[in-house]
């Protein structure tokens, strides 16, 4: 544990300390570490629902805190654990379900039709179709960038200041 361990022991954790104040500082997720604090000061260790749990598993490594001290509400779904790709073949349906439990569309209205949807849309690792939408995704928002870029340099620009018209049709488009 941090707190016992000598200043030279805490140097070698931490990524800077600051004289002045007396701070440590440690380049972490400020969102997870809320959580990290309060299970320190309250002993009772709950999770964001809105990080990964591979991701906060990740943290919960790095402050030497084990899984099995999560309260029993925030426990991931069907027992797993953030690290349980370990004892699963299947990695990206490990990860689907961790990402967001398919439990939370069954009470809902048209539940299976909406899960495929979000499925097909937040997660490109549900399959290829949904893997090439993401890829299509980025390189339309690249395009767009570029196209915005170039149009505000001088060089392809008219005289007027007006980017050149293919520019402006690669925006539009």
Not at 57 to 67: A, G, M, S, T
Not at 90 to 110: A, G, I
Not at 119 to 131: C, D, G, L, M, V
Request: glycine share 2%; proline share 5%; charged share 20%.
């Amino acid at each position: 544990m941090f707190c016992k361990k000598s200043h030279i022991e805490r140097l070698t954790d931490c990524d800077s300390y600051f004289e002045h104040s007396h701070e440590y500082y440690f380049e972490r997720s400020p969102i997870i570490f809320e959580y990290i604090i309060d299970y320190y000061i309250t002993g009772k260790l709950h999770r964001p629902m809105d990080v990964c749990p591979i991701r906060l598993r990740y943290e919960l490594d790095f402050w030497r805190i084990p899984v099995s001290l999560m309260s029993v509400c925030c426990r991931f779904e069907d027992g797993k654990k953030a690290h349980g790709m370990q004892n699963n073949n299947n990695n990206d349906q490990v990860y689907l379900e961790l990402s967001c439990p398919p439990n939370l569309f069954d009470k809902v209205w048209m539940g299976k039709t909406r899960l495929i949807i979000w499925t097909f849309f937040e997660n490109p690792r549900s399959s290829i179709a949904a893997k090439i939408l993401s890829l299509l995704s980025a390189v339309f928002v690249l395009l767009s960038l570029a196209g915005l870029i170039l149009s505000s340099m001088p060089e392809f620009q008219t005289n007027d200041m007006i980017p050149h018209w293919s520019l402006q049709a690669l925006e539009i488009w």
